[in-house]
């Protein structure tokens, strides 16, 4: 395809080789890219979605053992780009990224409606400025709900941040919870809604949490109550201003978790992203007696050079770490498949501080 034969507008257009089909895909007319759909020449319609979800949920439910809460689908993870839509009971809620997706959404929602029982499906724009318009499908009274993670209970609001709860993370939450002691005391750094820290009160910690966002924290003390969980200090703030001040107080934690957003957008971001995860793992690992916890949800930093960075933020906080385990990444409904390694995103390395 020229350039010149490419729509006005985010459409599905035929892919070709020397006059031979190749594929059909979406374009979006802000992207540089273009995203598979098909590599056979077949119509995109109710059918067709019906048959690559009811294979999403398959996997997750027959395959991985998932009930009730899970990614759903995963882009180009089940062949559906420009889709992301997680399950919470039986609520939905999905990103989209690209105009063509959006006007697929009713279909979207009646193929999750009958293979899942999705009552509800709150969609909106995977970015902030997205043309997608917020809309639900359904039940529009039904947008909270309350799903379980191994021995925690969390409040869900799908018109919350993103796709309203951070589902990538499950393994490596519930995994925390067989190093934590009764007593310990848990600092809990981007903590959104209280995810690490509430598996760790479980067990019996004193749980702290630093995060930017207001509502985060309404919302993690919500969660603090809905486990009975007694002690959980909740800082507002920035997480580097806030460690410093904790450092300077003479504070100190048997655990120290962190999470932060991603600090890229682009490749051209990583140089200041691996001096920011420097400083933050650094000021962590001043505070943490026992343990660290370090995440990068940034697909432009690769696992080796992400570790790299935090060995170096050891040797200036002098501080020696031990790696528990193996590389933890993503819990496996977001799906990786061999034939794109992009889909990796996530990181987290579990740490023994001495």
């Given at each position: 395809?020229n350039?010149?034969?490419?729509?006005?507008?985010?459409?599905?257009v035929?892919?070709?080789?020397?006059d031979k089909?190749?594929?059909?895909?979406?374009?979006?007319?802000?992207?540089?890219?273009?995203?598979?759909?098909?590599?056979?020449?077949?119509?995109?319609?109710?059918?067709?979605?019906?048959?690559?979800?009811?294979?999403?949920?398959?996997?997750?439910?027959?395959?991985?053992?998932?009930?009730?809460?899970?990614?759903?689908?995963?882009?180009?993870?089940?062949?559906?780009?420009?889709?992301?839509?997680?399950?919470?009971?039986?609520?939905?809620?999905?990103?989209?990224?690209?105009?063509?997706?959006?006007?697929?959404?009713?279909?979207?929602?009646?193929?999750?409606?009958?293979?899942?029982?999705?009552?509800?499906?709150?969609?909106?724009?995977?970015?902030?400025?997205?043309?997608?318009?917020?809309?639900?499908?359904?039940?529009?009274?039904?947008?909270?709900?309350?799903?379980?993670?191994?021995?925690?209970?969390?409040?869900?609001?799908?018109?919350?941040?993103?796709?309203?709860?951070?589902?990538?993370?499950?393994?490596?939450?519930?995994?925390?919870?067989?190093?934590?002691?009764?007593?310990?005391?848990?600092?809990?750094?981007?903590?959104?809604?209280?995810?690490?820290?509430?598996?760790?009160?479980?067990?019996?910690?004193?749980?702290?949490?630093?995060?930017?966002?207001?509502?985060?924290?309404e919302?993690a003390?919500?969660?603090?109550?809905?486990?009975?969980?007694?002690?959980?200090?909740?800082?507002?703030?920035?997480?580097?201003?806030?460690?410093?001040?904790?450092?300077?107080?003479?504070?100190?934690?048997?655990?120290?978790?962190?999470?932060?957003?991603?600090?890229?957008?682009?490749?051209?971001?990583?140089?200041?992203?691996?001096?920011?995860?420097?400083?933050?793992n650094y000021l962590?690992?001043?505070?943490?007696?026992?343990?660290?916890?370090?995440?990068?949800?940034?697909?432009?930093?690769?696992?080796?050079?992400?570790?790299?960075?935090?060995?170096?933020?050891?040797?200036?906080?002098?501080?020696?770490?031990?790696?528990?385990?193996?590389?933890?990444?993503?819990?496996?409904?977001?799906?990786?498949?061999?034939?794109?390694?992009?889909?990796?995103?996530?990181?987290?390395?579990?740490?023994?501080?001495?």
């Amino acid at each position: 395809m020229n350039r010149e034969d490419l729509p006005e507008r985010d459409e599905i257009v035929d892919l070709y080789y020397r006059d031979k089909f190749v594929a059909r895909a979406i374009y979006n007319r802000d992207s540089a890219t273009v995203k598979i759909l098909t590599l056979k020449r077949e119509e995109i319609d109710r059918d067709f979605f019906y048959r690559r979800i009811k294979r999403a949920i398959e996997y997750r439910e027959r395959v991985l053992g998932f009930k009730n809460t899970y990614r759903m689908i995963y882009a180009e993870g089940d062949y559906l780009p420009c889709v992301v839509l997680d399950r919470y009971n039986d609520i939905g809620s999905m990103q989209v990224s690209s105009r063509v997706m959006e006007r697929f959404a009713p279909v979207i929602y009646e193929c999750v409606e009958e293979l899942a029982g999705i009552d509800t499906l709150y969609m909106q724009g995977a970015k902030k400025g997205n043309r997608v318009k917020p809309r639900i499908f359904g039940d529009r009274s039904k947008v909270e709900t309350v799903i379980e993670e191994g021995r925690g209970r969390f409040k869900v609001n799908v018109k919350g941040h993103k796709t309203g709860f951070f589902l990538d993370q499950r393994d490596n939450r519930i995994d925390i919870e067989r190093y934590v002691r009764e007593g310990d005391r848990v600092l809990d750094v981007c903590c959104y809604t209280g995810g690490f820290a509430v598996h760790c009160g479980v067990m019996g910690a004193e749980v702290w949490g630093i995060d930017i966002s207001r509502k985060a924290l309404e919302v993690a003390e919500e969660n603090m109550r809905l486990n009975n969980i007694e002690k959980y200090p909740l800082i507002h703030g920035n997480a580097f201003d806030v460690l410093r001040e904790l450092i300077e107080e003479g504070e100190s934690f048997d655990i120290v978790v962190l999470d932060p957003p991603s600090f890229t957008r682009t490749s051209r971001d990583v140089k200041n992203a691996l001096r920011a995860y420097n400083t933050l793992n650094y000021l962590a690992l001043k505070l943490s007696k026992r343990m660290l916890v370090t995440c990068s949800c940034s697909h432009h930093i690769d696992r080796e050079t992400f570790k790299s960075t935090v060995v170096s933020s050891s040797l200036r906080a002098r501080k020696e770490i031990k790696q528990i385990g193996g590389y933890r990444t993503q819990s496996p409904d977001h799906v990786i498949t061999m034939a794109n390694r992009d889909l990796e995103y996530l990181k987290c390395l579990f740490f023994a501080v001495d």
